[in-house]
C-alpha cells in the first residue's frame, strides 16, 4: 500500500540529510528476527552470532510487527545531521511516560498476542519501567554488535549522503527523489513511497528528513506521525560490499601495477568518496590514502571535485575500467 508524503512550498526549504546511529541499532534488532534481511550482512551476521544471541531482544520484538506500527518514541528522527548515540538515546530516556505508552500500545495491538503477553501487560501498567527496559536493550546491541563496525558503517552512510547531497545540487528535490529508491515516486508536489503500511502526512512546513540506513534494506519507511518530523528511511547504497575486505578484491594483476594500497583505495571507490570515508573503510591511516588519491588522480585514473567542505574522489573511465579488467 502507498504512503503519501505532501510537499507545501516552505517545505522544500527544511529537507535535510540525517545519519541515525539509534535508528541503526533498531533496526539490527529487526534484522536479526527477519532472515529475508539477512542476505547482504552475512558475514557479519556469523561473526557477532555468539554476542546476538546474549542479548534478551524479545521484548523489542514484540514492537516490530511484520505489518502494522512500531512506536515512533523509540526511536524519533535524530535532531541533527549527524547526532551521536548516547544523546539520541539520552532523548529517548527523557520521553513521555503516557506519549510512550499510547504509542507502545498501539504497536502491541498489531503484533498477534503481544497485548497479553506479560512484558505486554508490564509495561501498560508500568510505562517508566518500560522506557528503562528498552534503552537498555537498544544500549546493549549499541555497544556490543554495533559499535566496533561503526567506523565502517558511518563511512558508507556518509558516503550516500555526500553522493545524494550533489544528486540533490544537479536534478534538485523532485529529480532526487524517485532516484533514492525504486520504490518513491514523485509527482505535483506528492512523494508516493511503495511500503508495507498506508501512510498520507501534509508536511506543514517542517520538510522531510532524508535518512540512509544499513539495516533497513529492503524496506523503505516513511510512517512517522506527529509531532516528529517527517522522515524517509531508505537503504544506503554500497550495502552489498560493506563486509567485503576491498583490497581482497583487488585483481593481481592491478595489485602488480599499482601496488596493493593504490589498487585497494581505486577498488574502494565503487561511489564518489572523501579521503576519511576511505581510510575508515579500508582501515589505513587518512595521510596514506591521501598520499594515493594524489598518484591515482595525477594518473588519470580519478578526479576530484569539491562539495561544500568535502572533497569527493572518484573514478574516471579509465579507472573503471582497470578496476573491472576491461582495460586494453
Known amino acids: ?62 514492537l516490530m510487527p511484520r505489518r502494522g506500527h512500531s512506536p515512533d518514541w523509540l526511536c524519533p528522527p535524530p535532531v541533527g545531521p549527524a547526532a551521536g548515540f548516547e544523546e539520541e538515546l539520552a ?82 528535490l523532485g529529480g532526487l527523489l524517485p532516484e533514492i529508491n525504486r520504490r518513491c515516486g514523485w509527482r505535483a508536489g506528492t512523494l508516493t513511497v511503495d511500503s508495507k503500511g498506508e501512510h498520507e502526512r501534509h508536511l506543514g512546513g517542517q520538510g ?20 516528529w518530523q517527517p522522515t524517509l528511511v531508505y537503504p544506503a547504497r554500497g550495502i552489498g560490499g560493506l563486509w567485503t575486505d576491498t583490497a581482497a578484491r583487488s585483481p593481481e594483476a592491478l595489485v602488480r601495477l599499482l601496488g596493493r594500497g593504490r589498487a585497494g583505495v581505486l577498488g574502494a571507490l565503487d561511489e564518489p568518496a572523501t579521503t576519511s570515508t576511505l581510510a575508515h573503510r579500508l582501515g589505513l591511516a587518512p595521510s596514506s590514502v591521501s598520499a594515493h588519491l594524489t598518484v591515482l588522480r595525477d594518473s588519470g585514473l580519478l578526479v576530484s571535485r569539491r562539495y561544500g567542505h568535502q572533497v569527493l574522489y572518484e573514478r574516471t573511465p579509465l579507472g573503471m575500467a582497470l578496476v573491472s579488467g576491461e582495460a586494453q
Open 91 to 172: 532523548a529517548v530516556r527523557a520521553a513521555d511516560p503516557e506519549a510512550a505508552l499510547a504509542d507502545t500500545a498501539r504497536s502491541l495491538a498489531d503484533t498477534p498476542g503481544a497485548l497479553d503477553s506479560p512484558r505486554g501487560r508490564a509495561w501498560l501498567t508500568d510505562p517508566e519501567r518500560m522506557i528503562r527496559e528498552l534503552t537498555g536493550v537498544l544500549e546493549e546491541i549499541w555497544h556490543t554488535l554495533l559499535a566496533p563496525d561503526w567506523p565502517r558503517l558511518r563511512a558508507l552512510l556518509e558516503a550516500d549522503v555526500a553522493f545524494h547531497s550533489r544528486r540533490l545540487a544537479e536534478v534538485g
Open 1 to 62: 500500500m502507498p504512503s503519501y508524503l505532501h510537499f507545501g512550498e516552505d517545505d522544500f526549504l527544511r529537507c535535510r540529510f540525517a545519519v541515525s546511529p539509534l535508528w541503526e541499532a533498531q533496526e539490527v534488532a529487526r534484522t536479526l528476527k527477519r532472515p529475508d534481511r539477512h542476505g547482504y550482512h552475512a558475514p557479519w551476521l556469523r561473526r557477532i552470532r555468539t554476542a546476538a544471541e546474549a542479548i534478551d531482544l524479545t521484548g523489542l520484538w514484540l
Open 208 to 227: 522531510l528528513v532524508l535518512m540512509p540506513s544499513v539495516f533497513s534494506w529492503p524496506d523503505v519507511v516513511s510512517g512517522f506521525d506527529p509531532p
